[in-house]
């Protein structure tokens, strides 16, 4: 029963995102510019100049909408561009939107600590279509207590120095505890100090998780030198069961160590998690140490409930201990079939990594296609709805035999502005 009560949970929330692109907001919308002034009233006529000026007014149903142009202003203080304090409700999500998708570019210059921060007692908040680069330590931080049921949707989050890409708040108790946070298609990439500034290091990630019921649908993941692309946090053991659900992401893994054991493209360091229709690439003479997956359990603890899934590796292993001083995973607690080992998905980009999203597209020879497992996900990574064959395909992309498949440039990606 509560394995089905977070399923249904996360089905809800992406039908409500699926049918929000449809509704006409009932709430106001304001606008952000460079040129804008924040004296003014945040319309689309007079906007307001600062992301910050806009978050500031919103209330629960709210948009915002941030116009084309760089961003790297402080608020209030040299450690954040946009410090996020608002609330939503669950009929009523808050949304942060850029107007053109990667338009709107949040810009650390090697000096801000952080990008989007959020706030104690934030929920029901969305961000959405941003690029955001060069920050010290987070692209996006929701690393403070009661924090819930924030989306990520759609951005470009690279070049982060210090830590990760976003981090969650691990909690004391389930109540305080980061939860129902939702990644969904966003690229990100290079994450991580360099080996120039004193590395190599292993501890910046793509994704650092801690806390409770997150999903990660339809990212990719590449450049991530000095950390996992996802990494599952188990700090807190108070929290027996995390109930995170990972799906349909293409992970291009990088050749690091993490505590002297082995690599791949994801960390387990918790129980109850779902690992489902992944696409996973180890580097070239990596491919027969450790897996695509690694679990690394806290303290003399072993993880439960593991379940692995019709994920594509070209590892040998698609599941492995992250050493071998100890069983990481309790005996009996993996659930694993219908993966593909030792495989190549064929994606139509001919040198990996790449930094154009389009080459993570499948060509029509792949066996990532029709393989996946049918789960709730309705669109991929460019909005294609899923299924387009007679299964789910396997990765960020679901594959279409027709022209036109292939998604535009993102700086002429348009996402119509909402009005009243």
């Given at each position: 029963m509560k394995f089905l009560k977070y399923f249904l949970h996360r089905f809800l929330i992406i039908c409500f995102f699926s049918l929000s692109v449809i509704l006409e907001a009932s709430a106001e919308t304001y606008y952000v510019s460079?040129?804008?002034?924040?004296?003014?009233?945040?319309t689309a006529s007079k906007p307001f100049k600062?992301?910050?000026?806009?978050?500031?007014?919103?209330?629960?149903?709210?948009?915002?909408?941030?116009?084309?142009?760089?961003?790297?202003?402080?608020?209030?203080?040299?450690?954040?561009?946009?410090?996020?304090?608002?609330?939503?409700?669950?009929?009523?999500?808050?949304?942060?939107?850029s107007e053109n998708k990667w338009g709107a570019v949040l810009d650390g210059q090697g000096t801000i600590a952080k990008g989007f921060n959020f706030n104690?007692?934030?929920?029901?908040?969305?961000?959405?279509?941003?690029?955001?680069?060069?920050?010290?330590?987070?692209?996006?931080?929701?690393?403070?207590?009661?924090?819930?049921?924030?989306?990520?949707?759609?951005?470009?989050?690279?070049?982060?120095?210090?830590?990760?890409?976003?981090?969650?708040?691990?909690?004391?108790?389930?109540?305080?505890?980061?939860q129902y946070i939702t990644i969904d298609s966003n690229i990100i990439h290079d994450i991580g100090r360099p080996e120039s500034s004193g590395g190599p290091f292993s501890k910046d990630h793509g994704l650092y998780l801690r806390g409770i019921h997150h999903t990660i649908i339809n990212n990719i993941f590449y450049n991530n030198k000095s950390g996992w692309s996802i990494h599952?946090?188990?700090?807190?053991?108070?929290?027996?069961?995390?109930?995170?659900?990972?799906?349909?992401?293409?992970?291009?893994?990088?050749?690091?160590?993490?505590?002297?054991?082995?690599?791949?493209?994801?960390?387990?360091?918790?129980?109850?998690?779902?690992?489902?229709n992944n696409i996973i690439i180890v580097p070239k003479g990596k491919e027969t140490i450790g897996g695509a997956i690694n679990v690394y359990s806290e303290g003399l603890e072993c993880e439960k409930n593991i379940v692995v899934r019709n994920n594509l590796t070209n590892a040998d292993n698609i599941l492995s201990d992250h050493d071998d001083k100890r069983e990481h995973l309790c005996p009996g607690e993996l659930i694993s079939s219908g993966n593909q080992v030792k495989s190549?998905?064929?994606?139509?980009?001919?040198s990996m990594?790449?930094?154009?999203?389009?080459?993570?597209?499948?060509?029509?020879?792949?066996?990532?296609?029709?393989?996946?497992?049918?789960?709730?996900?309705?669109?991929?990574?460019?909005?294609?709805?899923?299924?387009?064959?007679?299964?789910?395909?396997?990765?960020?992309?679901?594959?279409?035999?027709?022209?036109?498949?292939?998604?535009?440039?993102?700086?002429?990606?348009?996402?119509?502005?909402?009005?009243?």
């Open positions: 460079p040129f804008g002034r924040d004296s003014d009233p945040g600062t992301i910050q000026k806009g978050v500031n007014v919103l209330e629960a149903g709210d948009t915002v909408i941030v116009r084309d142009g760089i961003y790297s202003n402080f608020s209030g203080t040299p450690t954040k561009t946009v410090n996020i304090g608002v609330r939503g409700t669950p009929e009523n999500w808050i949304t942060i939107k104690k007692n934030v929920d029901y908040v969305r961000i959405e279509d941003f690029e955001v680069r060069n920050y010290t330590l987070n692209a996006i931080s929701i690393n403070q207590g009661y924090i819930s049921n924030i989306y990520i949707y759609g951005n470009n989050l690279h070049h982060i120095g210090g830590h990760s890409a976003l981090d969650t708040n691990k909690g004391t108790t389930e109540v305080d505890a980061a599952l946090s188990g700090h807190n053991r108070d929290l027996k069961d995390f109930h995170h659900y990972i799906a349909n992401n293409t992970i291009i893994a990088d050749s690091h160590e993490y505590r002297g054991g082995r690599f791949g493209g994801i960390l387990v360091r918790v129980s109850s998690v779902w690992i489902e190549n998905p064929l994606f139509v980009g001919e990594p790449s930094s154009d999203p389009n080459d993570y597209k499948l060509q029509l020879s792949s066996r990532a296609i029709d393989a996946g497992l049918k789960i709730v996900l309705s669109n991929d990574f460019a909005g294609t709805n899923r299924p387009q064959g007679s299964g789910h395909d396997i990765g960020a992309f679901e594959y279409k035999k027709f022209p036109g498949n292939y998604i535009r440039e993102p700086q002429k990606f348009k996402i119509l502005a909402v009005t009243n």
